[in-house]
């Protein structure tokens, strides 16, 4: 009787430990920068969350050889078109600023998301560039609608697309938040 306790026990200790385990994965690969900032910004945190995780993996000094930089990776063309857009003043040394760049990021990815009328064209136009994604909407090739993509040509597009949208699924997943 005293083993098959003891081994009752091993086994629930072991599977305690497998779930601790996995709630310290999921909270360093899906981590939440500058939450205040995304929930301010009135966006789904969970796709902000996805899009920084893609584009930077958490990096605040992250830098492409396109020249994007900080979390949300963006261009310093792109942050002053935002700023622009919104009133507000352009500081290119502070892109690198968490706090800020997420937030010309959410502006950015909220304009994106009311310019176009599905979210993974939104996304699409946030890897590729806004005016891309509208001659692929022009053309039959890509779109049937003029509003959709059937098919992304650029290949780390389509793979970005599916990645983002592959980690807010996670971030609904463990941390239960709204869509």
């Not at 999921?26 to 584009?55: D, F, W």
């Not at 963006?74 to 002053?80: D, F, G, I, N, V």
């Amino acid at each position: 009787m005293k083993k098959s306790l003891r081994n009752i026990l091993i086994i629930f200790a072991g599977i305690a430990l497998l779930f601790l385990v996995g709630f310290v994965w999921a909270a360093m690969a899906y981590r939440r920068p500058c939450r205040e900032t995304v929930e301010k910004s009135g966006l789904s945190p969970a796709l902000v969350y996805a899009v920084i995780k893609a584009e930077s993996g958490f990096d605040e000094r992250a830098k492409s050889r396109a020249g994007a930089v900080g979390l949300m990776q963006l261009l310093p063309s792109t942050a002053e078109f935002v700023c622009r857009l919104n009133g507000l003043e352009f500081s290119p040394e502070k892109l690198t600023e968490g706090s800020y760049n997420v937030r010309l990021g959410c502006l950015y990815l909220d304009y994106l998301l009311n310019r176009f009328s599905a979210e993974e064209t939104a996304l699409a136009a946030y890897n590729a560039g806004e005016g891309t994604v509208w001659e692929w909407l022009r053309d039959g090739r890509y779109s049937s609608d003029g509003e959709h993509l059937m098919h992304i040509p650029y290949p780390e597009t389509e793979k970005y697309v599916k990645k983002v949208l592959k980690f807010r699924k996670n971030y609904l997943i463990f941390y239960r938040e709204r869509t």
